[in-house]
């Protein structure tokens, strides 16, 4: 390993003129015009410093956050043999040097094990340990995330489900305990993120267990608690342990939400009082100002408070301060400081971001499904991931990574079929044989209602016409249309198995395991008050397990800690009671997901139901006639 260069002691100056001098610079380069793939004057932790408030841990794949460091910034480690090498800029204060992991890890794959500290203190973070809500996590997959910056190939850290970083505090240096002040931002993907619990950057608790409120201040960047939010989602919120919040509560409805490809979320406090919440697109403009105020009141579940806070000190990413990694996002680069950072500092960062200009083919995936169509193709959105009114809907190549081809059902309205906060749509709302779809504002209307059928087919009922791919075309572009049913081979679609997510019935209730995520069978199955950290009132309840679902459409399972939804003894009998039990295929563990919301048996031709749309905690659900009403509406995302 070679040794690190720490940036050279600070001389003494004052703040303002040279913030002000990184904003005139930032202003010199023509928006949309690559600027030479060198770095600005000063950095991110140049900009903090000067403002009095200085990085304490600083974390990029993609470049160096001093202008003087040149030191690595991650580790790759090779499958083939083990062997590990250091990837670090091309100069001092510059871009990643690609070039080196790529030929190292040619004609295999490679890991990162470790993502360096750039800051004095050192503070690397490694693959995080098992802890009370997961399994011990994966490394990022080292090539998954290509980038450019200025014009300069680079990587990013995919953090999906199950692969996050950490460094205890008995070893870190530098970062706020107790009550301390610190301020911190993050360069993420707001086209890759889900409601799963909780892909957080920040300081977290020394052990990977909840210890109660305010033992967090870390950024969570998703649809985590969006009940009730506005805008499209994700959300710039802080996790401050027991509590996802967008403001000084849960939902706060002035946070509109980012959903750009590339997000700069900020979170400050003072940890006393007062904290702030700020999100802005990391390509171009302005930071806009979520939250600044007190921070949330009230008592959690230990008798713990968020006035003041009780910060422990470790470094966190990719998962929750209790190890919940159900997460997903897509990191660029962030940083931790001490003290709580001047507006005029922090506007200088977004302007330095903005002046790397990030971009990349997608920054990793999103909420959602791929949908597989004719030749293996996804159902695409023309354009890379922009996702505007009146886009082509289309068929390409599928990639994991793409925002645009993943689709979630269901959530606007009943029967459609959404991405990028927008909905599959057919042109002009007609029932033309021949009409193309597109993508539009979700509004309900007809020509957005989407069916599928039993032989793959998705039907738009208003017009009795399906999905089709014109003459069976399987090229990328080939733009979709409606056309009569026929069942060929160009109108047969197949959804992919969705990641981690709840599955929501009444408002706020969800499906659950009776117990306390007991890892046994035979467990009713019912409706409890959704417990993902977020919902109800502060002093409410923790992460519940067993009401994190996951939908397999290969077998039609659906499962939770381990084992399956089941129809009590494979009963095709109306009525018969819903439990978990071992997986083993039978047909009472056959469940298809309909377009109205519904999960239907097919076996029994019954739907999921809760008896006379009751929804009171400990519901037992049941399979029942399938009609269509809220208490058959469950919601696989």
Known sequence: MKSRLNPPPRRHRTALPSLIAVVLTMMTIPLGVAAPATAATDAPCDIYAAGGTPCVAAYSPARALYASYNGPL????????????????????????????????????CTIPILYDQSPNHNDLTPAPAGEQ?????????????????????YGLHLPPGVAYRRSSTVTAGTARGANPESMYEVASGTNVNSGCCSDFGNVETDTVDTGAGHMDTLNLSTLGSVGATGHGPWVQADLEEGVFQGKTFVW???????????????????????????????????????????????????????????????????????????????????????????????????????????GKSTGGGPGRLIKGPGGKCVDVSGDDIGGNLAVVQLWDCQNLAADQHWTGSAFAEGTLHTLGRCLDVNGNVTTLGTGVELYDCNGVPGQQWIPQADGSIKNPASGLCLDAPDGNTANGTPLRIWTCNGSPAQRFAVTTPILHPVAGAAAKCVDVAGNDLDVQLQRVQLWTCQNVVTGAPGGHPEARDQQWTYNPADQSVRTIGRCLDVIDDSTTMGA???????????????????????????????LDAPNGATTNGTLLRIWDCNGAPAQKFILN
């Not at 043999?81 to 990837?87: E, H, K, L, M």
């Open 253 to 359: 409805t002035p946070n509109q939400g980012n959903a750009s490809k590339f997000v700069t979320a900020m979170l400050k406090n003072n940890g006393v009082d007062t904290f702030a919440l700020k999100g802005g697109n990391s390509q171009s403009g302005a930071l806009s100002t979520w939250y600044d105020g007190a921070l949330p009141d009230g008592v959690d579940r230990f008798g713990s408070t968020w006035k003041p806070m009780k910060l422990e000190g470790s470094i966190g990413l990719g998962a929750g301060g209790d190890n919940s990694n159900r997460g997903t996002q897509s990191f660029f680069e962030g940083v931790m400081t001490t003290g709580y950072a001047s507006n005029t500092t922090e506007n200088a960062v977004q302007a330095n971001i903005v002046a790397q200009h990030y971009d």
């Open 134 to 154: 997961g399994a011990a996590n994966a490394p990022a997959d080292a090539a998954a995330l290509p980038i450019t910056v200025n014009g300069t190939k680079a």
């Open 577 to 607: 009671g819903i439990q978990l039990h071992d997986c083993n295929g039978v047909g009472g563990q056959h469940w298809v997901p309909q377009a109205n919301g519904a999960l239907l048996n097919p076996a029994s031709s019954y739907c």
């Open 74 to 109: 991650y580790q790759v480690k090779r499958a083939s043999d083990g062997a590990t090498r250091d990837v670090g800029p091309l100069s001092a204060g510059g871009y990643a040097n690609a070039a080196q992991q790529d030929s190292f890890c040619a004609g295999t794959s």
